[in-house]
């Protein structure tokens, strides 16, 4: 293992390490372009167009002036160029702010005041409160005698409570004085991004004359970028500088998440690339072919005889540029703008708005906006996500006695005030427990009150109650611990503390009671982690009971158990603790294993309930989701009862006997495989009958699952719509969320806490609530909310629009480069297959990056429904999940419609500008504004909803047309001089274009017309409805017609045989992709078991159906 | 003491309330998308009159452009067959056609089918001629035409850029194969001017082409292609090259050739006195003369008319078609009973 020795103010060694200067920037001014350029052309996309951009140099087969490629792609590099700059520019100045601050460190025994970013290993730095830590520091001194300080570790962890860091033990009692000389070493590892660990040692050197290796804890350490509370002033020795530091090194670029609207972009513009290589290849044989055969007898052409090597390739290369533009160069650009317009919405969403916690909504990933439509799976968590984590100390059993069962509040059973005040001495003992067996740091605030600063909500709560029933923990300060009981103090010295972790799932101390000098063990965790340390021939019945009891309740348990230890005893284990504290290798599992040694035999005394409540409007939301095809996994590291009670209380399942649970539990392999497979069956056989089926697997049994039966549990995964997973590990929520995304399912991971953070990395898209247990969850998310039931806005209302908005920009924007494409196309065999372009650069150019991409992005205004009603017809969502709005079938219609536009404006235009009027540039112009007529017409009949920006985009474009293109015309070197004029002076211009337009598009509203009246989809009448004025009273018919969707659909399936013509690609692709495509397993659960393959053909026609 | 317990969590929330209340969005309509909006949805009466309005405009705009196209008197003549001797092949035609001794006048006679009123365009109509050819339309240097300095500047005009080292002015493929028939005509023995002027766009003629550029070093290569130009006088004035430089973009295209400027009565004969110089033979283009008048469309075309007529004609139907549908099977908008899944009640 790689060490790093720190020697403590020493200045000879600190040269080794690099200085403190941190550097969050990307690039430096010099390799700026390079670099950037470089990322950018990483990119398929870019190498593309660089490649026509660089075949248009060639003077020789290029159709139009290089400058209509290169002016575009310069414009788009550009862009992107600047906002990485700007961004680069912004870091490079936090950096500077944080690089240039002034820092105290000891040079030469002396303090002096120096920039952050010279600090070195080894220095010794001084921090006032409220400062903040300029690098790692290893903690040597402060001003509070117990060798305690506070540091609030948000900026790291995102928890706002403050923490509190302690004095290595050789180092306590040290004067300032000392600590301006002292000398040592620290023997540490070398840098991590572990903001959990930092197992090291430390040795001072004499006359600190300590033999002892100290070992070193991430308690031992002030982390960069908290801050100093609380304390007037500590010091610390910096062992991790720079970028080096636990924050430094826990940076990292995280991955790009990519969409499924993007795979089908990407799809589709692969197709259109395959197409127009067959257009090229085609028409690059005819060119040869006409040239060969009559381009020869032409003159006027003079060919010359032997053409170069190349000459076979002149004309394929040609058209390979006129067809360039099929793939629309401002897409991307369009996309990214389009995307971070979506996530404002949701940052800006007052309705998201938490008024409660005062948080905002957040969209972090600017890119993902349409999967949040698209979700088929919310894996969930349960406490903080569902719960509001908001404890209150419910119930209690002290050795068999139940309090509180009457009246649903312990605090205010009179039976327990009365053992209280009775001195019932199990009732005084479990209650010590409640107030001694934490980690909550007890702060007297100015007003003489005293707070508790918890990390756990569940410690908060039984602190606080125990409070309540007049013991009160009053201060710990370093070992020493106070408490008021009944204005009695009672004095105890904390010995060690053995930490909660979460294999452990326990956590005890040993404290000695200053009165009377014993050893107490006192432990507290999850009754199986308790309950089975109870020392032989204890009852432990009634303890199951109450657990069981309270779980069935909802309520969360915590089981408390203790024991007196003999003084040799302890000093036995105390040794192997310290040792195991600071071994370097392996400590975390060293130090379960020498904890186990001492938690046994312990007697218990008596369970604790906690309630955590709901937090509003859960219930709907997942109702409303659950309507909507989205199917709920509960991932929890809960209690399998509590966890179910939840899941009841949520709508999450229905009880018996409309919902039916089954458990997969089991020990061994066998049992679990036994238990998966019979669950499996049932599934299978219940499926016909409209019974809402949910599993339930543990912690245990999942480990096994996933380690050996994966396949049958993926099986199992695609039946069920609900499951719930209770006693997992943070790891097996992530595999859980692997193991949905491998079937091809869109996941949305949400949760709270610092377990749930891989999840939703994991995950397609992460949700993260701004919680209780702090941001960590949150910052790690794409979106983060304040409340659970935002989720059903975000889904609903900003997924779906988003979905929609893009699935119409992408196929529109490819729409519109196909039709001047076609148009290129259909001239080229007027002009002797010999690849003219008809259109001049400039207008070509202008057509791609003005005249079509402005008026199309009001479409981030379009709303097809308004939100409420899609918020009382959640079913609507299917069409985003099935990608109904974009699919290479969708994608088709466009690219006939771009076709037919083609003809329609080539023709028209060939036909009236014939003979006479045939010159050049004049019918390129007329043509031309053909198309953005057109277009604008186009983009007008698409939209669903006009605001004063669509009427703005739409018709001030073409005014803009028109304005840009005279002003063109009035410049005499310009091709276009007085073109315009001319054109807008003949009665024939507008005559012909007048005939474009309603030729162009009264077959398209003629069909839209016949579509959306007599063969509406559930869009359309939803529309139709939300715009009649009997609203309110169809919507509610309209709403118990979609709930009986299930019911028909259920009837449908069984016809399965009649295929349908209508095309669902996203089926069809692979057999996965069938899944993910019809994810609302409304159907899935439906259908009779068959094969699977039939189920898909299905379930395919199903939604061709609902949705034809 | 209990009091102190109980107030307990409320304190870290209040350090942090001041920085997050900043987070809260701020109001408007652009913001949370409730912006004013109107949503048309295509009710049967909106798209039957946007349809029967369409008929109404059409019709009498189809009826104004196809009488206006059929008051276009137009005569149009072919004469490249006519003005070869005899039934030939090809090859004995192109040979024809490029021997220098042979004088190629020909005579050809056309009748005046309706009164003609002036300004009478003539046209001349090349068939099958590729202007638009990628290695045409590109062979010219606008800057040598307009300005006198830039003689030089020949490049794009391969391979007709230089002939014995010196640059041609006006120089490329487009210029060097000037159309060269020229026509006379006479009725009877009466000489029918044709006015060549202002047949060329005035603002070609003032800032395209210069008026002190002349032509130099032109067809004085070994291949000689169209017509010659005078030397001495400036491109401005060339107004036969200036229409010819104005490519077309249809490999059927007609170019002005002048004006005439008197009456021509029906059934008048005119005589044309065709110089039969340009090679379409090679190519088997066709070679047509056409005498029109004009109308406020231009000329002749019933393209325009006859699509107003039939588009105008379909939207009637169409318009008729839906509100027939729609009478015989009325739907109210936004019935759920029309929902897919309750149309096929089936399958129970």
Known sequence: MMKRFVYINDDSSQNLYCDNRISNRKYTILNFLPKNLWEQFRRFMNQYFLLIACLQLWSLITPVNPASTWGPLIIIFAVSATKEAWDDYNRYLSDKQANEKEVWVVKDGIRKHIKAQDIHVGNIVWLRENDEVPCDLVLIGTSEPQGICYVETAALDGETDLKTRVLPSSCIGLTPEQLHKIKGVIECPNPDKDIRRFDSNMRLFPPFIDNDLCPLTIDNTLLQSCYLRNTEWACGVAVYTGNETKLGMSRGVPEPKLTAVDAMIDKLTGAIFLFQIVVVIVLGFAGNIWKDTEARKQWYAQYPEDGPWYELLVIPLRFELLCSIMIPISLKVSLDLVKSIYAKFIDWDEEMYDHETMTAPHAANTAISEDLGQVEYILTDKTGTLTENKMSFRRCCINGTFYGNESGDALKDVELLNAVINNVPDVIRFLTIMTICNTVVPVRSMSGNILYKAQSQDEDALVNAAARLHMVLISKNGNSLEINFNGKLIHYEILDTLEFTSERKRMSVVVKDSEDGKILLLSKGADEAILPLSYAGQQIRPFVDAVDQYAQLGLRTLCLGWRELKDDEYKDWSQAFKEARSTLVNREWKLDEVCQRLEHDLEVIGVTAVEDQLQDGVPETIETLRKAGINFWMLTGDKQKTAIQIALLCNFISSEPRGQLLFINGKTEDEVLRSLERVLLTMKITSSEPKDLAFVVDGWALEIILKQYRSVFTELAILSRTAICCRVTPSQKAQLVELLKSCDYRTLAIGDGGNDVRMIQNADIGVGISGREGLQAARAADYSIGKFRFLKRLILVHGRYSYNRTAFLSQYSFYKSLLICFIQIFFSFFSGVSGTSLFNSISLMAYNVFYTSVPVLTVVLDKDLTEKTVMQNPQILFYCQAGRLLNPSTFAGWFGRSLYHALVVFLITVHAYADEKSEMEQLSMVALSGCIWLQAFVVTIEMNSFTIFHHLAIWGNLLCFYGLNLMISAIPSAGLYTIMFRLCRQPSYWITLFLITVVGMGPVLALKYFRYTYRSSAINILQQAERSRVATFSIRDLDSQLKSIEKDVGSLASRNKFKSSVYEPLITDSPTATRRAVGPSAFDFLQPAQSRDDQNAGLLEIVCMLTE | ?348
């Not at chain 2, 039957?48 to 309005?53: E, M, N």
């Not at chain 2, 070609?204 to 130009?229: C, E, M, W, Y």
């Not at chain 2, 005078?230 to 107004?239: A, F, H, R």
């Not at chain 2, 109210?332 to 399958?347: A, F, H, I, T, V």
Request: charged share 20%.
């Open chain 2, 1 to 348: 003491m209990n009091n102190s317990a109980a107030g307990t969590s409320s304190g870290s929330g209040d350090v942090s309330a001041p920085r997050r209340n900043s987070n809260r969005p701020k109001y408007s309509r652009f913001t949370q998308q409730e912006l004013p909006a109107c949503k048309p949805i295509l009710t049967p009466r909106w798209v039957i009159s946007v349809f029967t309005l369409i008929g109404v405009i059409f019709i009498p705009i189809g009826i104004a452009a196809l009488r206006a196209s059929t008051n276009v008197v137009e005569i149009v003549k072919r004469y490249d067959a006519d003005c070869i001797p005899g039934n030939n092949t090809k090859a004995y035609k192109v040979a024809y056609i490029q021997d220098k001794n042979i004088d190629k006048t020909c005579n050809i006679t056309l009748r005046v089918p309706k009164d003609m009123d002036p300004p009478i365009y003539v046209y001349y109509q090349l068939d099958n001629f590729y202007q638009n050819h990628r290695r045409y339309v590109k062979s010219r240097n606008d800057a040598q035409l307009k300005d006198r300095g830039k003689a030089n500047d020949t490049s794009g005009c391969d391979p007709e850029d230089a002939s014995n080292g010196s640059p041609i002015v006006p120089c490329g493929l487009i210029a060097w194969s000037l159309f060269n028939d020229t026509y006379n005509f006479s009725i009877g023995n009466q000489n029918l001017t044709v006015n060549k002027r202002g047949i060329s766009w005035k603002s070609d003629r003032d800032h395209k082409f210069g008026n002190d550029v002349f032509p130099r070093n032109f067809q004085n290569g070994t291949l000689i292609g169209g017509a010659s130009l005078d030397e001495n006088t400036p491109l401005s004035q060339q107004e036969d090259l200036i229409v010819w430089m104005r490519t077309a973009a249809l490999p059927t295209f007609r170019k002005s050739y002048g004006k005439i400027e008197q009456n021509l009565r029906e059934n008048d004969t005119i005589t044309v006195t065709i110089k039969n110089n340009y090679n379409t033979y090679s190519f088997s283009g066709k070679k047509k003369l056409v005498l029109s008048t004009s109308s406020w469309l231009g000329g002749k075309n019933d393209f325009i008319g006859i699509t107003y007529l039939t588009i105008g004609g379909l939207c009637f139907f169409l318009a008729i078609a839906f509100t027939g549908v729609y009478l015989v099977k009325p739907r109210k908008l936004g019935d759920p009973s029309y929902l897919s899944w309750n149309r096929n009640p089936s399958g129970r």
